[in-house]
C-alpha cells in the first residue's frame, strides 16, 4: 500500500485566496530534500485517508459557495439601487440579498462543521 506520499512543493501558509488543501486533513509535513527543496511529505493509506480528502474537497466547494452567496449580495444590491423605487423590483432585489445573506450563513456554518470533522478525523 501506499503509505508516503511526495510530490507537492508546498509551505503550510501558502494557498491561493486562502482555499485549504486537498491534503489539509492528511496531516502534511515539511521535509528538506538533499537538494534544498522543501517537499510536502502526506501521510495517505488508500481506504482510510479518502475521507479526510472528500472533507477537504467539501471544505474548498463551500468556499466557493460562500464566494458565489457574495457576489450574489453585490448583485442584490446592485438591483436595488437601480430598481428606481419601484415595489416590484425592490422586492426581488431584496429577496436576492435575504437569499444570498441565508446561503453564506449556511455554508459558513457548514464549513466551520466541516473543519471540525476534518481535524477530528485527521488528527
Not at 485517508?49 to 472533507?55: D, E, F, N
Not at 460562500?66 to 428606481?84: D, N, P
Request: glycine content about 8%; proline content about 4%; aromatic content about 12%.
Amino acid at each position: 500500500m501506499l503509505t508516503n506520499f511526495a510530490a507537492i512543493q508546498c509551505s503550510k501558509d501558502s494557498n491561493f485566496f486562502k482555499f485549504p488543501t486537498w491534503y489539509k486533513y492528511l496531516n502534511p509535513h515539511i521535509v528538506t530534500s538533499s537538494g534544498g527543496n522543501q517537499v510536502c511529505m502526506i501521510d495517505f493509506v488508500f481506504p482510510t485517508s479518502l475521507p479526510a480528502i472528500a472533507l477537504a474537497i467539501v471544505d474548498i466547494l463551500l468556499r466557493i459557495a460562500a464566494l458565489v452567496a457574495v457576489g450574489y449580495v453585490i448583485y442584490g444590491g446592485f438591483r436595488y439601487t437601480t430598481s428606481q423605487g419601484e415595489p416590484a423590483e425592490l422586492a426581488a432585489a431584496r429577496s436576492t440579498i435575504i437569499g444570498a445573506l441565508v446561503g453564506l450563513a449556511i455554508c459558513t456554518l457548514a464549513s466551520v462543521t466541516v473543519s471540525f470533522l476534518g481535524n477530528k478525523i485527521g488528527g
